[in-house]
């Protein structure tokens, strides 16, 4: 393990250490308990946006109502 130091407001630290003594566990325990969730909750909603991603690709390809979004693109590139 890594010693880290932590900067907590006032409430933050009053209410760490109520927490700590309501469930008998430490406040570095609490704290890694806490970044572990942060991590599996955002490494989750990482997933998921790719996941999505990667399902909706090429959705439009075989339309053939839509305009040559790569000519228009030219057009951009070039009146600059």
Do not use: C
């Amino acid at each position: 393990m890594f010693r880290s130091q932590v900067y907590l407001t006032a409430a933050e630290r009053e209410q760490l250490q109520a927490l700590s003594h309501q469930t008998g566990r430490s406040q570095s325990e609490l704290i890694r308990a806490a970044i572990d969730l942060f991590i599996e909750v955002n490494s989750k909603q990482s997933e998921n946006k790719l996941a999505s991603a990667q399902a909706i690709k090429g959705i439009w390809g075989d339309r053939n109502d839509l305009p040559d979004f790569e000519k228009i693109r030219k057009e951009f590139d070039r009146k600059k």
